[in-house]
């Protein structure tokens, strides 16, 4: 008799959560408190309690390509930033693809998940439900936690003396959902995280004023890169990740940073981040907001009056509304506190997935981590590891080898990221994935593809790090992933072709990839042939006067 693994929550973890499951031969359920898949996702027009709840204009800061599932390319129509709209269609026709929905109970809350007494030998969960106001007990074999991490607003009040005095509206962004009441107001904006960064470029076009308070500022990049690809298709690759990890931690820092401030002085407009590696939020219009004075970007608060705040650098400023786009915490209200135990943000998971101390491996979370990349791809390769080890097919290592691994990442981690809470879940989006996948013994190897499949291997090493890559080899492979790997451009550029006067651009990246491999061979032939040269002694004749009386008398001219 197969497994059964329960899935909480049908968001985008939850989803892939029940594939993987049918993949590997289990049994899942899935259950979501809502009347929709789509967690996150699923735009509503009020916030709703238990629920994340995203903006109206929210666009994904990463792109299609990057950030779809493995196995399933978004649409060569989709643009290659979506709107939330898009991206819950994507969700939509991925569970239709795979006949997700039959797995799925909606509006069916899960109330508890308690170990079953057995568990030390059976690693049992007793789950309790409610549906239709009805409580129900089940028993299942694994479970998923996928109930997504931006339910609870993080908004530490005691940051922010003298704030019960304010007589303006205050909320936190999780509340915010448009423009529209905040016209013609002065307007302070907490935090520079992406919803702070989103929030305050649509408040300045329309608002009196907007200011921009940060404690530790940030990093900004563009969605763009060079030849208006991407900017993750361009910076998320294999060899500048192999690169990274060649060089010396300083240097590569160096190189990072100086990425970082390539597209301007973050200092001139006020957003230098105290910590050089912070991770960078995705905002094409913050700096040029900033350039005309529609954002003033502040320190942090020091203390509100009824009717203004005053800054940490002494200025004051009146205000009418004040939105703390401060973050999240996770909660996970369903489960007993020593089965995941959260400090501020920080979390002892075994690669940000199993709790480290339990006496079966049966229990996953789902998408904590934080990549500098796409999430999707992420909690896809998680859930794939997970249902092997629910299955036996992938073990974990001893409690105290676990231990070990989170306190030597964690180290690393705060070497590159910086202490914080914030930070503590951040991670290297390939450096994770590549960990992921050779414990599913999924990882391209590159020797073997460079000698087997050059054009692909190129793609693989040298080319945007896509999600395909993950299903090439091993178990769950796709014969499908090659072919989405050497058309990863073409469903790129096709969205925004739509007046076409010019080659391909593609040919233009051909081009530069033909004059890269031309002047590498070149090199080293030239190198070969001069060596060659040398011990023949042929080197002298270029020198001699023989040599340019000749060439002289070639192109007609008489030096003498
Ligand atoms: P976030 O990334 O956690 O950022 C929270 C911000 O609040 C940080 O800038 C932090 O400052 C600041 N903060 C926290 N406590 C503070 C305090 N006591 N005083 C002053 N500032 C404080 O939260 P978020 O921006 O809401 O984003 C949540 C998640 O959603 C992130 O993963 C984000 O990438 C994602 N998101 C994506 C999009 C998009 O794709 N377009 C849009 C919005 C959000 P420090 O940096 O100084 O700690």
Same mark, same amino acid.
């Given at each position: ?338 089965? /995941?135990? !959260?400090?501020?943000? #920080?979390?002892? =998971?075994?690669?940000? @997935? $199993? ?7 049966? +229990? ?82 590159? /020797?073997? !593809?460079?000698?087997? #499949?050059?054009? =692909?291997?190129?793609? @693989? $090493? ?7 890559? +993950? ?90």
């Amino acid at each position: 008799m197969s497994q059964r693994v329960a899935i909480i929550g049908a968001g985008c973890s939850g989803l892939t959560a029940i594939k993987c499951c049918l993949e590997e031969g289990l049994e899942p359920t899935c259950f979501e408190q809502s009347d929709g898949i789509g967690g996150l996702w699923k735009f509503t027009e009020t916030v709703k309690e238990d629920k994340a709840s995203i903006y109206k204009s929210v666009f994904t800061n990463t792109s299609k390509e990057m950030m779809c599932y493995s196995d399933f390319p978004m649409p060569e129509d989709f643009p290659v930033c979506l709107h939330h709209s898009k991206i819950l269609e994507y969700l939509n026709l991925y569970a239709e693809h795979f006949n997700l929905f039959k797995y799925i109970q909606c509006q069916t809350k899960v109330c508890s998940v308690k170990q079953h007494s057995d568990f030390a030998t059976t690693g049992q969960w007793n789950i309790e439900i409610e549906k239709d106001g009805n409580r129900e007990m089940d028993v299942f074999d694994a479970v998923f936690v996928c109930n997504g991490h931006y339910n609870e607003p993080y908004l530490p009040l005691d940051s922010f003396p003298g704030l019960e005095h304010f007589k303006g509206r205050h909320i936190h962004s999780r509340f915010y959902k448009t423009f529209e009441e905040y016209q013609g107001k002065t307007v302070v904006v907490v935090g520079t995280g992406n919803s702070a960064g989103d929030i305050s470029v649509e408040l300045s076009h329309t608002a009196k004023q907007v200011y921009l308070s940060t404690r530790h500022g940030s990093w900004v990049v563009s969605r763009i890169s060079r030849g208006g690809f991407p900017i993750d298709m361009i910076m998320s690759r294999r060899y500048t990740m192999w690169i990274k990890n060649f060089l010396p931690r300083i240097l590569a820092a160096k190189i990072s940073e100086k990425f970082m401030s390539s597209w301007f002085h973050h200092s001139n407009l006020g957003l230098e981040p105290k910590f050089r590696l912070k991770h960078p939020i995705v905002n094409d219009y913050l700096p040029s907001q900033i350039l005309q004075g529609s954002i003033k970007v502040k320190p942090s608060i020091k203390s509100f009056s009824e009717t203004s705040v005053t800054f940490e650098d002494g200025t004051v400023t009146d205000v009418d509304e004040v939105i703390f786009a401060t973050g999240y915490s996770s909660t996970f209200p369903f489960l007993d506190d020593d089965i /995941i135990k !959260l400090n501020n943000n #920080d979390v002892s =998971l075994y690669k940000y @997935v $199993f709790p480290i101390n339990l006496e079966k491996p049966t +229990l996953a979370l789902l998408g904590l981590v934080q990549p500098l990349g796409p999430i999707m791809p992420t909690v896809e390769i998680q859930a794939r590891w997970a249902t092997r080890v629910f299955k036996g097919a992938s073990q974990l290592p001893s409690v105290k080898d676990m231990e070990n691994y989170c306190t030597k990442s964690k180290e690393s981690n705060n070497k590159w990221f910086g202490v914080g809470r914030a930070q503590v879940l951040q991670t290297h989006y390939i450096d994770y994935i590549n960990n992921i996948s050779r414990e599913i013994g999924i990882h391209p190897n590159m /020797i073997y !593809l460079f000698l087997t #499949d050059p054009r =692909l291997a190129w793609q @693989v $090493f040298f080319g945007p790090c896509t999600p395909y890559q +993950l299903r090439l080899a091993g178990p769950g492979k796709w014969s499908g992933a090659r072919n989405a790997i050497l058309t990863q451009w073409d469903r790129t550029i096709k969205p925004t072709r739509t007046r076409v006067l010019h080659e391909h651009p593609e040919s233009w990246l051909n081009f530069k990839r033909v004059l890269v491999i031309g002047s590498l061979l070149t090199a080293m032939w030239v190198s070969r042939a001069s060596l060659n040269a040398l011990q023949s002694g042929y080197l002298a004749w270029p020198a001699s006067v023989a040599f340019w009386s000749r060439i002289f008398s070639m192109v007609g001219i008489n030096p003498m």
